[in-house]
Each structure stands twice: as C-alpha cells, then as structure tokens.
C-alpha cells in the first residue's frame, strides 16, 4: 500500500485559498481512498515584515487550518535570491534546507513514496528518494519562460530529476512537447487529467445580472490567457446587440492593461473585474453565467473549465490545449483555434444565439465531467501508477496513461451517440 509524502510548492495557503488548490484536492481525494499522506510546502523564506508584499502563493501556508480535515500539512522554507543570482546553486540550496524536514516526516510515516509537484520539488525528491531508498513521482502542471532562470546547470538538474523518477505525470497533452525538452527525450511519462472538486455551500454572484447573455472568465491575468482576445470578442458582439456582459475574475501582472483596453473599446459597462476570489466565490460566479470562455493559448490543463463543465456550463477553449484533452467539440464545450478573434466571436455568436445548445451542451459536460473528470477517477488512476512505481515497472506506468486516454475517448463517442 502506497504511504506518500506529497513535496509541492503549490498548496493553499488556506482550505478555502484558490491557488494550488488543486493538490489539495489531491490529496483529499487520497485520504479518502485510504492512501496516508503528509505534504510539505517549500517556500522561499521572506523576512515577516515584508511578507505582506509578495504574492498569495509566497506566503507561508496556515498548517492548523488543515488539521480538522485530518490533513497533515508542514512548511519548510528555503534560501533564495531573485532571478538567476545563486544560479546553479539554487536547487542544491533548496534541497539541503528542505532535506531535515522531508526526512523527518518520511520516518513518522513510512512513506514509501515521494510524490513531487513541479520540476524544483521533483529534483529535490530524486535527491531525497535515493537517500531514503524509496520511489519518486513528479508531476508537471506547466510551463513557465523562466522556470530554469536561464540556466543551464538547472535545467541538467531538473532533468536529473525527473528522469530518475519512477514516473513522470503531464496534466495535459499540450506538456509533452515540453517534457521532451525538459528531459532530453525520456519516456517515463504518462497524461493525466486533474479531477474537480465543487463547493458543497458555494457564495452567491457578488454581481447582479444586468444583461441577457453573461460569459465568464476566472484565470490568472497573464499573457496567455487570451483575456484580452475574449474583451475583443466582446466588443464585436455589442455591436450585434445581443446584450452581453462578460465578468472576470483573478488578478495578475495584466490586470491593469486588460482594464485599459476595455476602456478604450468602450466596454467599462459591459465587462466586469472582479479581481482574485476564493474558490467557493469563484464556482458561484461561473454558476452564475450562461457560458464560461477561457481562450488560453499556453494551457496544460485548465481546472476552471472542468469545474464549469460539472456545473453544466458551456465551456469554450482552444484547439490544441488542456482542455482538448476533455471537450469534445460541439458535443462537451466547444473548442476555437488559438489567438484567432474571428473564430471566437464566430463560436461565442454561434452558442449565444441557440439556447438549446447551451442546454444541451451544458448537460453533456456535466455528465461527462461527473463520470470522468472527479478527483475521485483521477486518485483511482493515480493509485494505479503509485503500484507501477513502487513494483518498479515504468513500462506499466506509460502504458496507463494510453488506456486512461483511450477510456476518455470512448466516453465522448458514447455521448456523441446520445446527442445525435
């Protein structure tokens, strides 16, 4: 039996906090299926002071806030300096501060098994796994322009990394192109989706409905997320006089720029910014909408879609990203090509304009959503490649990723056969 000691960076730093949540709910969905597990969270240390001026996800995570849901959380922090300064230092410094604790909690539980998340941690685990004599599983959730900090000595330990690891797990199809540059060309890889985890007491849309159409967007504001091509879209369709109103949430570096262009294209009545929500008040703002748009051109995965597609949304994405892996064109969501507004105000128009397809669709995306995109399918799949880790067999880990897919595949042919 799996005994796992989760290592990721990304964690809530409270239950209810939307960033990295979606290992949280990992990790529930472990504990339930029986699998003990502790997680500990790197972070870079920040003197207390100035910790209320970085980011949500710099900030050290509140650990008893955990401990009535029987999760067993701990921080380790670590000694870093921004951009590139401590170079091919950087990842050894990491290990050598977080090493104590991971050891420790490894011995408390008779962890068999590290299961890392992200390329930091999934080197620090290769490292800590051969000291212990167990097994390590990284997972990938992206791709980052300065995940390596321009450095080639981190780029020679990341693939260290991940190539000693049992398994490596992308979370979309997209990342393959990726991990074969990460790891020089390794095969010890499988694709498996994240599962969703609703709100049993989600909030009320903090904004009230003004229009007859509403789409809505929840992502970090960044390049990439093609926020500013959906306010494009939106703009174009106001002039169709289809009475529209588009709601986004989250926050980022582009947050400022996407609200001076919907000034400039005459929308500040028409688009809303909500700025970063809690994750209860996030699912209520896309239970709100009629359609939820996320036309991301660099998406591993995209959580937000699977929650809007188990809330019965109709949930448009890109050709060729995450949540191709997922929609089925037309059937489960629709799917538009990347960066091209034409073909996103053609769709948005297309779904706006036929009420039964909303309705249709929508059905369709919750009932695929609830049978295949849980956290409670993805754990029982996870489980599957823990075993395969652990007996040592990486060929049996590869070969669950091709049936997890092939199964996915079959379940849309079945809905497409009940939609005709």
């Known amino acids: 039996m799996p005994r796992v000691l989760i290592l990721s960076s990304l964690f809530p730093i409270e239950p209810h906090a939307k960033d990295g949540n979606f290992v949280f709910h990992q990790m529930v969905a472990l504990q339930k299926q029986n699998i003990a597990c502790t997680v500990v969270v790197p972070k870079p240390w920040t003197p207390a002071l100035l910790r209320g001026r970085f980011p949500r996800h710099r900030r050290p995570i509140d650990c008893d806030s955990f401990k009535p849901m029987g999760l067993e959380v701990k921080n380790a922090t670590f000694f870093a300096l921004p951009g590139d300064w401590l170079g091919r230092l950087a990842l050894p410094s990491m290990f050598r501060s ?3 604790i991971i050891r420790t909690a490894v011995e408390a539980m008779n962890a068999n098994l590290i299961h890392a ?41 990341i693939q260290h990394g991940v190539r000693t690891a049992s398994c ?17 060309g390794h095969d010890n890889y499988v694709v498996l989706t994240n599962g969703f985890a609703i709100p049993e ?14 789409i809505v967007a929840v992502s970090n504001l960044h ?17 169709r006089d289809l009475g529209l109103e588009l709601v986004i949430v989250g926050d980022g570096e582009a947050f400022n720029r996407l609200k001076m262009l919907t000034a400039e294209l005459d929308l500040a009545s028409d688009v809303i910014f909500l700025g970063y929500l809690p994750h209860p008040e996030a699912i209520a703002e896309i239970k709100a909408g009629d359609v939820f748009c996320l036309p991301s051109w660099r998406e591993a995965c995209s959580i937000a879609h699977i929650e809007a597609m188990a809330l019965g949304k109709v949930a448009i994405g890109c050709h060729s990203q995450g949540p191709s892996d997922y929609i089925c064109d037309g059937e489960t969501g629709y799917l538009v090509q990347p960066k091209n507004v034409d073909d996103l105000m053609r769709v948005l128009f297309q779904v706006l304009t036929d009420r039964d397809a909303i309705e249709s669709v929508g059905r369709a995306a919750r009932e695929f959503a609830s049978r295949q995109l ?14 395969a880790a652990l007996a040592k067999d990486i060929a049996r880990c590869t070969d669950l990723g091709g049936k997890a897919k092939s199964f996915d595949s079959e379940q849309h042919t079945v809905l497409s056969e009940q939609n005709k």
Not at 178 to 183: E, K, P, T
Not at 201 to 214: A, G, L, N
């Open 374 to 387: 849980t956290w409670d399918v993805n754990v029982s799949k996870l489980k599957e490649i823990y075993a």
């Open 201 to 214: 007491h989600p909030s009320r849309s903090k904004v009230p409905r003004r229009r007859q159409h509403r």
């Open 223 to 239: 390049e990439g997320k093609g926020i500013d091509l959906l306010i494009r879209s939106v703009a174009e369709l106001k002039k």
């Open 98 to 100: 977080v090493w104590p």
């Open 117 to 157: 998340h992200g390329e930091h941690c999934g080197y620090v685990a290769s490292l800590a796994a051969a000291r212990l004599g167990i097994e390590s599983v990284v997972t990938i959730h992206g791709i980052s322009s300065n995940r390596y900090g321009g450095s080639s000595h981190m780029h020679l330990q």
């Open 168 to 184: 490596v797990i992308l979370v979309g199809s997209p990342l393959k192109r990726h991990y074969q540059f990460v790891s020089g």
